[in-house]
Antibody
Framework: QVQLQESGPGLVKPSETLSLICTVS????????WSWIRQPAGKGLEWLGR???????NYNPSLKSRVTMSVDTSKNHFSLKLSSVTAADTAVYYC???????????WGQGTLVTVSS | DIQMTQSPSSLSASVGDRVTITCQAS??????LNWYQQKPGKAPKLLIY???NLETGVPSRFRGSGSGTDFTFTISSLQPEDIATYYC????????FGGGTKVEIK
């Protein structure tokens, strides 16, 4: 059974870059899509983007200029960088694995990131 | 961008009631729609894919239907463990979620 675990700083200053890692255990990273999704407190889900194991990416157009995703299969890591953050980027951030481009099949437990000085 | 509009945003029903949630896409998304359940403090869980297909292990009281722009999610007999927020998600063009429907017990 695959497990996904998000990790990274819980507090980021405005204008800085948010960096998170998703560590994958119990399964291979190959032949899967890897996504990041976020959820502000009390609000809905927002898909940030995804990466396929080949390195190809798709980003949410509303965030495209600020988002970078990468994968390191040697470390079983999938990472997110979100630049120039503001308070509006405060949210629980989830990573997820997909077998296809269609759905988000397995999720991490999420990690709260607060943007504040 | 494709926008997904869910309604209602919240509902309260009794155990055993039939619960219906609708999801409308801003353009034709064929059958490219999934439904997720999110319990408080937990990550979402995929329940239904391709508009009407039940994920393995999901109780048969959950049902999805629709195509094009209009979709419906139904719980045929609400159970206490169904208390959650439900989201639709389209995948015709990247991924977009609906705003969610919070289901509570009356």
């Amino acid at each position: 059974q695959v497990q996904l675990q998000e990790s990274g700083p819980g507090l980021v200053k405005p204008s800085e870059t948010l960096s998170l890692i998703c560590t994958v255990s119990g399964g291979s990273m190959s032949s899967h899509y890897w996504s990041w999704i976020r959820q502000p407190a009390g609000k809905g889900l927002e898909w940030l983007g995804r990466m396929y194991i080949t390195g190809s990416t798709n980003y949410n157009p509303s965030l495209k200029s600020r988002v970078t995703m990468s994968v390191d299969t040697s470390k079983n890591h999938f990472s997110l960088k979100l630049s120039s953050v503001t308070a509006a980027d405060t949210a629980v951030y989830y990573c997820a694995r997909s077998f296809t481009e269609a759905s988000l099949d397995d999720w991490g437990q999420g990690t709260l990131v607060t943007v504040s000085s | 961008d494709i926008q997904m509009t869910q309604s209602p945003s919240s509902l309260s029903a009794s155990v055993g009631d039939r619960v219906t949630i609708t999801c409308q896409a801003s353009q034709d998304i064929r059958h490219y729609l999934n439904w997720y359940q999110q319990k408080p403090g937990k990550a979402p869980k995929l329940l239904i894919y391709d508009a009407s297909n039940l994920e393995t292990g999901v109780p048969s009281r959950f049902r999805g239907s629709g195509s094009g722009t209009d979709f419906t999610f139904t719980i045929s007999s609400l159970q206490p463990e169904d208390i959650a927020t439900y989201y639709c998600q389209q995948y015709d063009d990247l991924l977009t979620f609906g705003g969610g429907t919070k289901v509570e017990i009356k």
